[in-house]
Nanobody
């Protein structure tokens, strides 16, 4: 059974930082990209960042470039999202995802995590 388990969400003040982790298990993820999406109530889930199995290249949505960094540890089957200079508009449920082309529109996602809440508020 394939599982993507996120952790690291929480409440942070504007300008603060959080690091999300996504641990994958249940199959080999070789050849698949891994990444993050986010969703707020009433809106569609949106792409945030992705990384290929080899660790490069990486992809980001425009509004997080320069603030978020995605990385992976293949030995641990884990992907990370370092989020700096957080803004209230980054508040959302963040979902880990894996698939052959998750950075494309529409994304090709085979697996989703259960989501972790990130709240940016003073």
């Amino acid at each position: 059974q394939v599982q993507l388990v996120e952790s690291g969400g929480g409440l942070v003040q504007p300008g603060g930082s959080l690091r999300l982790s996504c641990a994958a298990s249940g199959r080999t993820f070789r050849g698949l990209a891994m990444g993050w999406f986010r969703q707020v109530p009433g809106k569609e889930r949106e792409f945030v960042a992705a990384v290929t199995w080899t660790g490069s290249p990486t992809y980001y949505r425009g509004s997080v470039k320069g603030r978020f960094t995605i990385s992976s540890d293949n030995a641990k089957n884990t992907v990370y999202l370092q989020m700096n200079s957080l803004k209230p508009e980054d508040t959302a449920v963040y979902y880990c995802a894996s698939g052959p082309n998750i950075a494309r529109t529409p994304p090709q996602v085979d697996y989703w995590g259960q989501g972790t809440q990130v709240t940016v508020s003073s």
